[in-house]
């Protein structure tokens, strides 16, 4: 849907905005900005300074205070910026304000994910889930909008004057566009659910983790298959299944699109086809980047997500991948203060919560193939239990699959 894509001129330069409030401390507003202009570089947008100021919440006009607004515009004047780029959802009063304030193009942290999924789909099924997101994040910002969205729908549209003329027309398009996506969607879900139940009686595994964190790369591994993997945020939005073999034992296995902080929650639902892969599979493979200064609260961000979408709990093996990647300095001998994330060792994080998890839990890199062994023998215990469980007396099964029981 080229009409909405935000970031059609690449290159361009950005200033990013968040605010540190007693929700978000200012250790964690960096780690969002640092991941804001990860999502900016992944759209093709250059960014080059960062603006915060603590407030006690964001300010319903201008989202931060008037003074800052005006150090921003100065900054943006200056060097001739085009674009500011606000870590949280903006509001459309907010975003009208901002907008006549700085006078350039304003994104949030959802036109700019909204923007990236919209490159990145690739088949008319994850093209339309973009597109009626996008619709649906558009309607209630028409206010801001001289759009002449009327050609989408034809001549059947009577153009009766401007102003709120126009914007009731824009409105009624977007709303019918918004449902025939709708019916659209329910028509491609039937069809990929009927797939879904002739897949047989194979375990299902689905690959799930935080965006960026290896899961297609471990796809690949296991499936020795060619599944587009990037060092960008959702490099990956198509839901990919393929069958995978170990020692004789067959199961699916499901890549599904990474899960990110903030994201919202109509672009959460339009992604069914994912949702419904998490709620049907039978174990979840949680992949986590270990390398990340801050992984754990990553953990928390899927584990949350994963809960939002299921509330049945599923078994699930937690990954650690990119060991090769993790990195430490080591603590002076003399220093008493405890250990944090940036002075620990693997060996020492291992006998943290993670030790608790015994067989849920092991450590790999998908990428350099450390340990991938021990993470097949999981993988195969698991889903030979799971296929016991629910097929305890099919000899011919175990047979076939040469299972030892």
Not at 207 to 215: E, F, M
Request: with cysteine.
């Amino acid at each position: 849907m080229k009409d909405f894509i935000i970031s059609e001129n690449k290159n361009e330069q950005a200033v990013l905005v968040g605010i540190i409030t007693q929700e978000q401390k200012e250790e964690q507003v960096k780690e969002y900005l640092d991941e804001l202009a990860f999502l900016a570089n992944t759209a093709g947008i250059e960014p080059v300074k960062n603006f915060t100021q603590k407030l006690d919440y964001a300010n319903p006009v201008t989202f931060v205070g008037s003074g800052k607004i005006n150090e921003i515009k100065a900054y943006i004047e200056e060097h001739e910026i085009g674009i500011a780029i606000f870590d949280d959802e903006l509001s459309p009063k907010q975003l009208r304000n901002i907008e006549k304030e700085l006078g350039i193009r304003i994104l949030d942290r959802t036109s700019l994910i909204l923007d990236i999924f919209a490159m990145r789909a690739q088949t008319s099924y994850a093209k339309t889930q973009v597109e009626l997101a996008q619709y649906q994040y558009l309607l209630p910002r028409l206010t801001r909008l001289w759009t002449h969205l009327d050609r989408q729908r034809g001549g059947g549209v009577m153009m009766r004057g401007v102003g709120e003329t126009q914007l009731e027309s824009d409105r009624r398009i977007i709303l019918d566009k918004i449902a025939f996506l709708k019916e659209q969607l329910k028509g491609i879900d039937k069809q990929m659910a009927s797939q879904r139940k002739n897949r047989g009686k194979m375990v299902r595994v689905a690959l799930v983790g935080y965006t960026n964190v290896g899961k297609s790369t471990l796809m690949n591994l296991l499936s020795k298959s060619d599944v587009f993997a990037e060092n960008k945020l959702f490099a990956t939005l198509d839901t990919t299944v393929r069958k995978v073999i170990i020692d004789n034992l067959p199961f699916l296995l499901t890549d599904t699109v990474g899960f990110i902080r903030k994201l919202p929650t109509h672009l959460v639902e339009s992604f069914k086809s994912t949702l419904d892969e998490v709620r049907e599979a039978d174990l979840l493979v949680h992949v986590v980047d270990i390398s990340h200064p801050n992984f754990e609260e990553q953990i928390e961000v899927v584990t949350n997500t994963l809960h939002d979408i299921d509330k049945e709990a599923k078994p699930t093996i937690l990954v650690f991948n990119k060991v090769d990647a993790f990195s430490y300095v080591q603590k002076d001998e003399d220093d008493l203060t405890p250990l944090k994330k940036e002075n620990i060792s693997l060996d020492e994080l291992k006998k943290t919560w993670m030790n608790k998890m015994a067989d849920d839990c092991v450590f790999i890199s998908a990428k350099n193939k450390i340990n991938i062994e021990a993470l097949k023998e999981k993988l195969y215990n698991k889903v030979k239990e799971i296929h016991m469980e629910r097929y305890p007396y099919n000899d011919f099964l175990f047979q076939k699959y040469d299972i030892e029981e």
